[in-house]
């Protein structure tokens, strides 16, 4: 579950939803908090000056006597107005006093607001007692009207000091604190209900549909498919999905296919196999009593006898029959490799030697070309020998006007050689030897049947060369490749691994 796309999702969406609401929740309060702490200031600023001006008024009329009723008279009948001083400016004796008990008293010089330049002095907020006030603090200037009773070289007669209590502000703070949570919480809960609700509708329905589906496919239920009806990034990765499910549906009718009519192939190679065994010997034995009879003959026969050019003939006849027999029993019957560590370059020579004599009638030069230092491979030397001698002979036999055969021994790594043979050998170093004539080259639609058992266009031969130099190149843990042009040649690569023990 805590691994699924869909928690991924929604607890990512929860993470960003949460801290946006509670950040614009607590961005929402401070400003409701800043504006009422706001009012409270004007509104003492406000009362500041009225108090102001009514002692003004007090002092103008003579009366100053009621100026201390007028103070407690004031924060008795104002709800949130909790204290009224005046002090003098010099000393900070309190001369008029909300609370009579103060009168006389000199005021905290180090409370807040009090010290300072007079012009300087707002509203400001303290705490006291627990409980938070707006103090205002305001110079009663010596006016000219003032002047009759006040010497002219005082600027300012008194301060007046005012307190309004904060706690129902507070109050009503604490009320909007609660009432932007309690919708933030509401807020995120419908939020993300909602939203939990379309992930499963949009993404996590279809996604376990498709899961379903691909489970499936993984039974072997090919038929199977993914609804397209969405025209969204999922309806787009079903269709893509059921297209690669037709291909893949369709590459495995071909394998299926491909497969049953090798198999039956097999199955009739095997049969042939059998088949062509009995024959051979059935006919090896007599030919070896018809050659030795036909050799009796000969030697009663003098030189001069026509008779012995017809008894020539027959003897080259049953060698024929003899070579065709011994490749149809190697091709039914192959003998296991007997490998050795030997050099290749030792091999290939011998293999040249043996053919120099049918190049030299064919106008067929054969040039070698091998790297310094190539390493000892695993093989039987006398099949490898019979490869080379193979693909020499089919090399000069496609060339009867004559050409040029060059043989080149390298050593490659598997990045050098094509995908296909690379994984085939699945070794670093791979040992390559290359035969390329200058023949006439094989048609494209014969390509994929050269390596067939008794495939041939030539007059005389079983077809069996190639079939068997496969076979033998493969036992060795290698590969064998052929490219060709009509006209210009064929190029056939023999590719055996290196560092193969023999064991291995």
Known sequence: MFNSLKFKIIITAFLIISTIMITDAWRDIKRSEQLLLNGQREKAVLLSERIAHGIMELMLQNKWQDLQAMVESLVKNAGELKEIRIFRPENGVILVSSDPLEIGAEINKEAPGISGKHEMREAFIVEK????????????????????????????????????????????????????????????????????????????????????????????????????????????????????????????????????????????????????????????????????????????????????MVTSEILNHIRRLDTTVKALLNYARPKPPCLLSLKINDILEKAVFFVQPEANKQNVSIETEIEDDIPDVMMDPDQMQQIFLNLILNAVQAMPEGGNLKIEISVKDYTQVGGEIAGTLACEKILAVTFEDTGLGIKREHMESIFDPFFTKKSKGTGLGLSISQRIVQEHGGEISVKSEVGKGSIFTVYLPIGQSEEQ
Not at 200 to 215: F, S
Not at 228 to 254: I, Y
Not at 278 to 301: D, R
């Open 129 to 308: 007692g627990g409980e938070q006030y707006v103090l205002k603090l305001s110079d009663i200037k010596n006016q000219p009207v003032c002047h009759k009773c006040h010497s002219p070289e005082e600027e300012v007669l008194g301060v007046l000091h005012i307190g309004i209590s904060l706690s129902e502000i507070t109050k009503t703070i604490q009320g909007y604190k609660r009432k932007y949570l309690t919708e933030a919480l509401v807020g995120f809960i419908l939020i993300a209900g909602a939203f939990v609700f379309v992930v499963g509708v949009l993404i996590d329905r279809p996604i376990k549909r498709m899961t379903r589906t691909i489970r499936k496919i993984e039974d072997g239920d090919l038929s199977a498919r993914m609804d397209e009806d969405k025209k969204d990034e999922l309806g787009l990765m079903a269709k893509s999905f059921n297209s690669m499910l037709e291909s893949l549906e369709s590459a495995k009718q071909e394998i299926e296919l491909c497969h049953t009519e090798q198999m039956q192939r097999a199955a009739k190679l095997a049969s042939l196999g059998e088949i062509i065994s009995g024959i051979a010997h059935e006919i090896k034995n007599p030919l070896t009593g018809i050659s030795c009879a036909v050799q009796v003959l000969q030697s009663e026969m003098s030189e001069d006898d026509e008779g012995r």
